[in-house]
């Protein structure tokens, strides 16, 4: 936030100065047109038979000379006010590290199995953005079989959204109509909703529309009574205001913007829940977790090489340190050995014993005498190879 505060107030400073420029600008040049105008002026009162005069001319060299002047104020101005665009671009190359290789390892993709699994992962990330002749093109491309892509429901869902955004209930409504039991078992507002907008959206169109509005009212509002008895009759409130227009009356809100923004995120919400996929692809999830631990990793690279232990990074599948990541970037369970006070990986999985407590495989090993363990939680003796790897 630092580097982006020191940049903005750099771009701050462009603006200040441009508005200064542009204001001055505007003077002087109606100054000059002022100039002018008073040389038309002065000439158009001679007779055009006439030569013209000695104070015609000295007129008329006092414009010019005025003019000159101003213009090279206004050129000079112009040429600080580059100066001042150039410090912007240095302030991000100041804050901002242009060079990321310092924290990312190249031999990732070298593989083919890796190489393969990024573009996989890209080309649903399409799919899910509907998105669906580029992630063709990215298939074709790449080689990817197009039998292991499947176009995840998100893509369809997502369609959806951009309806709703665009002002088309149809798509919806048909969608939360195939799963309304599923929605009310869920206790979802979601067909409330959208229902909710389908009436204010045939109101819009005047008093000719009342009756049309009243119909649709009893056709789909009669399921909901019981759970949105108030929010329907705070619905056919409005219908009194229909000669001097809803956004004149005190229910202007139900035709806000916000209304269609907040139904279209709650379908999506609800709907990925229901379909048990999740909101964001994973390319984003993945995308979003960088950029957050970017900063953090930076850092530590800087503090690395400057006490020369970079090899220590080097090569491990794990960070050297913790990142602190929001509550929705947290997908699995995390496990730490009660032993050894160490979080549990790939290498270094949890363990079950027989009698049912987890430790962590170097616990494990560390504990070991022989053929023999004895569980550090309870007095049960049995052999290590019995303990099981746990998968969370």
């Not at 542009?22 to 109606?30: A, E, F, L, P, T």
């Not at 705070?234 to 806000?256: C, D, E, F, R, V």
């Not at 220590?312 to 730490?336: C, K, T, V």
């Amino acid at each position: 936030m630092e580097s982006c505060a020191a940049v903005e107030k750099e771009v701050e400073k462009v603006i200040n100065k441009f508005s200064a420029i542009n204001d001055h600008s505007q003077r002087i040049i109606g100054d000059v047109i002022s100039l002018i105008e008073k040389l038309r002026s002065s000439i158009a009162e001679g007779n055009p038979d006439n030569k013209v005069t000695a104070g015609q001319v000295d007129v008329l060299n006092e414009a010019l000379t005025k003019t000159k002047d101003k213009l090279h104020r206004l050129t000079t101005e112009h040429r600080d006010l580059h100066g001042t665009v150039s410090k912007v671009g240095k302030a991000i190359d100041r804050n901002f590290v242009a060079d990321f290789t310092a924290t990312s390892r190249t031999d990732v993709f070298q593989t083919e199995r890796n190489v393969m699994l990024l573009n996989k992962i890209m080309a649903q990330h399409f799919y899910r953005q509907g998105m669906d002749d580029v992630a063709d093109a990215l298939i074709k491309e790449s080689g990817l079989p197009a039998e292991d892509i499947v176009p995840e429901p998100y893509a369809e869902l997502h369609r959806i959204w951009e309806a709703i955004h665009a002002g088309n209930l149809a798509p919806a409504l048909d969608w939360a109509g195939r799963y309304s039991a599923e929605l009310d078992a869920r206790n979802s507002t979601l067909e409330f909703k959208l229902h909710r907008l389908a009436f204010m959206q045939i109101l819009n169109g005047g008093v000719q529309a009342q009756t049309e509005a009243i119909a649709y009212a009893r056709t789909n509002f009669a399921k909901f009574v019981r759970r949105f008895e108030k929010d329907i009759q705070i619905l056919m409130g409005t219908l009194i205001y229909l000669q001097i227009g809803i956004h004149n009356s005190p229910y202007k809100y139900l035709t806000a913007p916000e209304m269609w923004i907040e139904t279209a995120d709650v379908f999506l919400k609800d709907a990925c829940q229901l379909l048990g996929i999740n909101k964001d692809s994973p390319l984003s999830v993945i995308v979003n977790a960088g950029c957050t631990a970017l900063p953090a990793l930076l850092n530590l690279k800087q503090v690395m090489m400057s006490r020369q232990v970079t090899g220590i990074w080097n090569g491990r599948d794990e960070l050297p340190i913790e990142i602190d990541l929001e509550p929705e970037n947290r997908f699995h369970s995390i496990f730490a050995c009660p032993i050894l006070r160490q979080q549990s990986s790939e290498d270094n999985p949890p363990m079950k014993l027989l009698c049912g407590h987890v430790i962590s495989r170097d616990a494990l090993h560390k504990l070991s005498n022989g053929p023999i363990l004895k569980c550090p939680y309870c007095p049960m003796e049995q052999c290590p190879s019995d303990a099981k790897v746990i998968y969370f």
